[in-house]
């Protein structure tokens, strides 16, 4: 830039100006305005995914409901996901028993980087041992185990309605969580442990996941579950926040637990995903932790509520569409 020579008398009335009226100021950067697009979840139709699993009667490990419990849930992954990896593999139980397992991905816009895991174990427990009668039979498990996976296969079919282009979802189903035994360190969530060590895709990586487990009771309460805080607090907050949002402050509680050995430890652990699990708690029941069907044969349908479905369903939908906004470049 060419100089300029400024007399005298110029110099000295600069000098005097008060210093404060010869600020400079920076435009402010553009406020990113966030429209979230979310398709409206169907409490009926998670309801009845949840009624088709538990048709197939106990789908514990070795059995032929298990098998064609496999069967049904690979087929309605194809029908909505655009490539679906299924994994075969044996786990070894706490008891030597070699466990016929099979996990299931459903992926959503394969070819996107960043990308969001959503999980939930297919499998029952194979007995009811919380229960005082038939405590060695297995139970249906309609709330433990089948109610995340009709929630994320509803929300399966919502992808496949409306696409989402600035980021991939995986849909996890997982098998062999519930054939543990307490005691037996590593005995439960056999198949999150293979995935995360083996998982679908080489270098498979995900900026966060959500597990359910248990979202199905009436009057549900899920509470800021410890092994989340600690490893994927942020992403808690973003679901409770959610929740919030849209009016299920009632069934999102900040109130903070112990930590829960779930499927979402070993995926935290091992695979080093950012992932929490939003699970029933209710100190009230039997249990002191879990709701009084847990491991007991009164986990049938009569105790899926709708309303509580359609919580958690809708929040986890909300947050992968806004996921997806918050991508989208400004204009």
Known sequence: MKKTLLS???LLLLASCDTCNNKTTTPAEPT??????????????????????????????NTTAHEKCAAFLIQEAERFADTVYVQHFNARGYDGTVLKSTNI?????????TRVLLCSHWDSRPWADQDDSASTAPILAANDGASGVGVLLEIAR????????????????????????PGYENSYCLGAQHWATNPHVPGYKAD??????????PNAVFAREGNSTFHAGWVQDVVWG?????????????????????????????IKIPTIDIIQYDPASSSGTFG????????????????????????????????????????
């Open 32 to 61: 990113k305005q966030i429209t979230v697009n979310a398709p409206t979840f169907s409490s009926d139709t998670a309801y009845s995914y949840i009624q088709a699993q538990v048709n197939f009667g106990p789908r514990a490990m």
């Open 158 to 181: 919502l992808l496949k309605a409306s696409p989402l282009k600035n980021i991939g979802v995986d849909v996890f189903l997982i098998d062999a969580e519930d054939y543990g035994k």
């Open 8 to 10: 005298l008398s110029v």
């Open 105 to 113: 991905v459903a992926a959503f816009n394969p070819q996107a980087t």
């Open 208 to 217: 966060f996941g959500i597990l359910l487990d248990m979202v199905g009771a």
């Open 242 to 270: 959610n929740a919030a949002e849209l009016g299920f402050g009632n069934f999102f509680s900040n109130e903070r637990i112990g930590a829960i050995t779930d499927d979402h430890l070993y995926i935290n652990n091992l």
């Open 292 to 331: 009084d069907y847990w491991h007991t044969h009164d986990d049938d349908m009569d105790v899926i509520d709708k309303a509580t479905l359609h919580a958690v369903g809708a929040t986890v939908t909300h947050t992968l569409y806004k996921y997806e906004a918050e991508q989208t470049p400004l204009p």
